[in-house]
């Protein structure tokens, strides 16, 4: 909210923003009279509800922005290039379409692997064929390494060429939309053909692997890691990101199963220019920088889909886990006084600091390898959850959705397809020993009872030497007793 004060004979309108570093700041801005302070006030209210705590411009540069957006949609060039297409794209669609992570991740696939291959393409030229064998040259072309990464030596694989699918995809459907590309045509992404991606299936632990790994944990942050990301199938972003507030774990929660975690952000690391460029879209808090000139920054921000908004409900023997860790938290806290960054984090480092991924990857490889468990993915604690509890649920699919927060059901059951086939194989074993393993046995030498006696076997002897006529009396004679 912005405020009006007088000073003398004119009038300062004040309201709060954050900088580049994330720090608070105040802005007074300066008017003649109490009207243009009134109108000043409500158009920084309007602003930063929709672009957030943010530097607002003056009402004749805000237009005037609006007005170039409108003048780049309105002038349309019949010869425009694919890649002076895709600036005009990523400034209108992606900064009101995307967060920051997908954000950096889109423009850096759109630098690395269209414009430098088929960004001289004119954009009325483009077809589904030239974009098929375009998807199938890339098969050829060596990953560009993130920053600060060692290059792997590996040429794009399959999975990424769809990603850069469908944002070609998505940019044409709006070059109709917008009416660079003939509104009567199709869009020539919609057939294109893409190389296969091969179905890999993840390694995941056994239900007892992960019982024996929970207890060999020294690692306390680790260990209540892990129960979170099986008990609740939680991200790993999401564990991170979560905060006291949201963890309800008070005695009469617990002693009525009523305990809970309410899951509504994640803690992610996304790139400082896209953050400034989409206006700290989606952010919800921003944490200080431990190296100068850092070109990303740690936030807490909304989760990626409006589905991982959910509340899970905690078994009661995680929640009293939860209980003691937050005991011995607050006892480090008051040990540390000031030098604890307090952030109310439940996942956090010795000095109150937040715990980015890599270090609970890490954590949990070295968990691994010291004590010669398959190496697995952390993340794949999630998907042991998600199979234990579709198992114990006979299927249903909906509640545990209700839990992993997939967008999708379909997520949910490919993991229970997973159990379909292992329930199917033991189904092959049981048809083969109660069917099969008869199959072949003489009708007229039924397999004999290991069980009967010497006397048993005398006695059925004897009756197989009867004659028919014989037979049928002593049959009549045992009905009568």
Not at 73 to 87: A, C, P, S
Not at 363 to 368: E, H, S, V
Not at 417 to 439: C, G, H, P, V, W
């Amino acid at each position: 909210m912005a405020s009006i004060k007088q000073r003398k004979s004119s009038f300062s309108v004040i309201y709060w923003y954050l900088d580049s570093a994330g720090e608070r700041k105040q802005k007074w801005d300066t008017l003649e009279t109490r009207k243009e302070a009134k109108q000043r006030k409500a158009f920084i209210e309007y602003y930063q509800e929709k672009f957030g705590y943010v530097i607002v411009p003056l009402e004749e540069q805000f237009a005037h922005q609006i007005e170039n957006s409108k003048k780049e949609l309105d002038v349309v060039d019949k010869d425009i290039t694919l890649r002076d297409f895709l600036e005009i794209f990523v400034n209108l669609y992606g900064t009101s379409k995307w967060s920051p992570s997908t954000f950096s991740s889109k423009v850096g696939s759109i630098e690395n692997y269209i414009n430098p291959i088929i960004g001289d393409w004119k954009l009325n030229e483009i077809t589904t064929k030239s974009l098929s064998k375009y998807y199938n040259d890339l098969l050829s072309v060596p990953e560009v390494p993130r920053a600060n990464r060692k290059a792997t030596g590996r040429c794009v694989q399959p999975a990424n060429i769809k990603k850069i699918h469908d944002i070609i995809r998505c940019a044409l459907n709006q070059a109709i939309r917008w009416e660079y590309i003939d509104t009567n045509k199709r869009n020539p992404a919609s057939l294109a053909t893409l190389p296969k991606i091969p179905k890999t299936r993840r390694k995941v632990w056994s239900v007892q692997t992960f019982r024996e790994a929970v207890k060999a944990t020294e690692d306390d942050l680790l260990s209540i890691c892990m129960h979170l990301a099986f008990s609740c199938s939680m991200r790993i972003g999401e564990i991170t990101g979560l905060t006291w507030e949201d963890v309800i774990i008070d005695e009469e929660s617990i002693a009525t199963n009523n305990a809970k975690v309410i899951i509504n952000k994640e803690l992610s690391r996304v790139n400082a220019e896209a953050m400034q460029k989409l206006k700290e879209k989606d952010i919800l808090k921003i944490f200080p920088t431990q190296k100068p000139h850092c070109t990303t920054r740690l936030v807490l921000k909304t989760p990626k889909t409006e589905t991982s908004n959910r509340v899970v409900w905690l078994p009661k023997t995680v929640a009293e886990l939860l209980v003691q860790y937050k005991k011995d938290q607050q006892e480090l806290k008051e040990f540390l006084g000031s030098a604890y960054n307090d952030y109310n984090l439940v996942i956090a480092l010795d000095n109150g600091n937040p715990v980015e991924s890599r270090i609970v990857r890490d954590r949990f490889q070295k968990l691994c390898e010291e004590n010669d468990y398959e190496v697995v993915v952390f993340h794949s604690l999630r998907h042991l959850s998600t199979g234990y509890k579709l198992k114990m649920t006979n299927g249903d699919v909906k509640s545990v959705q209700g839990d992993t927060g997939h967008a999708e059901a379909e997520m949910v059951t490919d993991v229970y397809s997973e159990i379909i086939d292992e329930d199917r194989r033991f189904n092959a074993q049981k048809m083969d020993k109660e069917f099969y393993s008869t199959l072949n046995d003489d009708t007229d030498n039924p397999k004999q009872d290991t069980d009967l006696t010497d006397s048993d076997m005398a006695l059925l002897e004897l009756i197989k030497s009867l004659s028919p006529e014989m037979k049928e009396q002593f049959l009549k004679q045992a009905l009568q007793r």
